[in-house]
């Protein structure tokens, strides 16, 4: 059974405790990161090479490249909700009238 997306999402969810000061993945996050990449070579082969780059070099860029792969546009939408909240809010400051 393939677990990447579903650790990918839990990546995303909580990329704030995952993510170090110059852009790259923490301890942390690299730990989880191997196991999305250790699933990735079990279940998902034709993802090996973004994967391997994104273990290489766990940059914020290469990380969102690999979700994008696995998750699609949820990608995005975990990663915005992760750092600004949940979109309606997001929605709701940006046109409330004063």
Do not use: C, Q
């Not at 999305?36 to 994104?54: G, P, W």
Request: aromatic letters at 4%; glycine letters at 6%.
């Amino acid at each position: 059974m393939d677990h990447s997306a579903d650790l990918m999402r839990a990546l995303l969810r909580s990329i704030r405790r995952y993510i170090s000061n110059n852009g790259t993945l923490n301890s942390d996050g690299r730990r989880l990161l191997k196991d999305i990449v250790r699933e990735i070579a079990k279940n998902r082969k034709e993802l090996m090479k973004i994967a391997k780059k994104a273990r290489k070099d766990p940059s914020l860029e290469n990380i969102m490249r690999l979700a994008e792969e696995l998750l699609g546009d949820e990608a995005n939408v975990l990663f915005a909700e992760a750092l600004w909240g949940p979109e309606e809010g997001l929605v709701d400051e940006l046109f409330a009238e004063p």
